[in-house]
């Protein structure tokens, strides 16, 4: 079945940049059907949304984010990429990465639900 | 953006009961709302999608229900395994928001 799995540095300094890579295996990420989505959760809170990418590159992003995160797909290597720059502490978080399954017909861009996620990515913003 | 507001915060059960997470957005978002349980130090997991679909897989003592800003998770009979954080999303627009998730406990 699909699986997802987060990768990259679990200590960032502040004001460096986060970067994460989410592979995807047992499935295509270029499919129609699907927006692949970054998601976070810091220690102790609820979930906050960061963005997606569509296969063929769009993205979307949350506002409270938009100007520190870029969000990439490459489709030969089937994986998709999250970068956040100027971290700082509050950014300390378990990212995961999930696929966002549209249940057929158009995807629009906030459709969908997630399913299934990464394992999560501990990242850690000290010096 | 779209407030999700969950209620209760917390709740204490026992085994068999039968509970009910209110989750209210703050404008309509027709039936586009999720449904996550989450374990301490798990992934969350999909139970519904659309307000009212089951997820495979997910046993049917889980259902959902709602449509506009008023949504709800029931389950009935309560099991060992159900305790947890349960959180709402809504998928109306971007950006995407989650519920602040409500901890079910054991009583």
């Known amino acids: 079945q699909l699986q997802l799995q987060e990768s990259g540095p679990g200590l960032v300094k502040p004001s460096e940049t986060l970067s994460l890579t989410c592979t995807v295996s047992?499935?295509?990420?270029?499919?129609?059907?699907?927006?692949w989505d970054w998601i976070r959760q810091s220690p102790g809170k609820g979930l906050e949304w960061i963005g997606s990418?569509?296969?063929?590159?769009?993205?979307d992003y949350n506002p409270s984010l938009k100007s520190r995160v870029t969000i990439s797909v490459d489709t030969s290597k089937n994986h998709f990429s999250l970068k956040l720059s100027s971290v700082t502490a509050a950014d300390t978080a378990v990212y995961y990465c999930?696929?966002?399954?549209?249940?057929?017909?158009?995807?629009?861009?906030?459709?969908?639900?997630?399913?299934?996620w990464g394992q999560g990515a501990l990242v850690t913003v000290s010096s | 953006d779209i407030q999700m507001t969950q209620s209760p915060t917390s709740l204490s059960a026992s085994v068999g009961d039968r509970i009910t997470i209110t989750c209210r957005a703050s404008?309509?978002?027709?039936?586009?709302l999720n449904w996550y349980q989450q374990k301490p130090g798990k992934v969350p997991k999909l139970l519904i999608y659309?307000?009212?679909s089951l997820q495979s897989g997910v046993p049917p003592r889980f259902s959902g229900s709602g449509s506009g800003t008023d949504f709800t998770l029931t389950i009935s009979g309560l099991q060992p395994e159900d305790f947890a954080t349960y959180y709402c999303?809504?998928?109306?627009?971007?950006?995407?928001?989650f519920g602040g998730g409500t901890k079910v406990e054991i009583k």
């Open positions: 999930a696929r966002r399954d549209c249940g057929g017909g158009t995807c629009y861009s906030s459709r969908g639900w997630f399913d299934p």
């Open positions: 659309t307000a009212s």
């Open positions: 999303q809504q998928s109306y627009s971007t950006p995407l928001t």
């Open positions: 990418v569509y296969y063929s590159g769009s993205t």
């Open positions: 404008q309509s978002i027709s039936s586009y």
């Open positions: 047992g499935g295509s990420i270029s499919s129609s059907n699907y927006y």
